[in-house]
């Protein structure tokens, strides 16, 4: 390979010697800093995303605490399975029902959602707890203004 460039004419080199600047720059460019770019922009607007869902839970938070949620609330008591105890105020709320509602033990419950209110949804949460019914496991994901996909699970507590 030596003897065939040392072969070429000083203009010919300088041309092969270009061609090979353009083709490392090129490579460089797409094989290194393309890829950090678009990955660093997409983390940006991961982080912008976060953060526009973390303002609109605090909101939530903020509506709930004003309409008077929280502990200060009395216990309510059930004898129900809590699955049932969550499919009954679910139907009593109005909301769509989920695609699945199953027991986890005896003292839990399962919930899917793929599409749901969210303000309708902290409200019946609200209202399991008063039952004595906590939180273990939360998945929530915003499919719109206002609407949410959500999988939870339920244990008495």
């Given at each position: ?43 940006q ?33 059930s ?24 027991p986890?033990?005896?003292?839990g ?7 749901v ?13 008063r ?27």
């Amino acid at each position: 390979m030596k003897d065939w460039y040392l072969a070429k004419p000083a203009r010919d080199r300088m041309i092969i010697l270009a061609v090979a600047f353009l083709a490392l720059v090129t490579m460089l460019y797409v094989l290194v800093w393309h890829p950090m770019s678009t990955r660093m922009e997409q983390r940006q607007q991961n982080i912008v995303n976060a953060e526009t869902n973390l303002e609109y839970m605090l909101e939530g938070q903020a509506r709930i605490r004003a309409a008077g949620g929280g502990a200060s609330q009395q216990q309510l008591t059930s004898d129900k399975a809590p699955y049932l105890l969550v499919d009954e105020l679910i139907r009593k709320a109005g909301i769509k029902l989920p695609e699945r509602v199953e027991p986890t033990g005896k003292d839990g419950a399962r919930v899917q959602f793929s599409e749901v209110e969210f303000d309708k949804l902290v409200a019946v949460i609200a209202e399991l707890e008063r039952y004595g019914l906590n939180v273990s496991t939360m998945n929530i994901s915003r499919k719109s203004n206002g609407i949410v996909s959500a999988r939870f699970n339920m244990e008495r507590g």
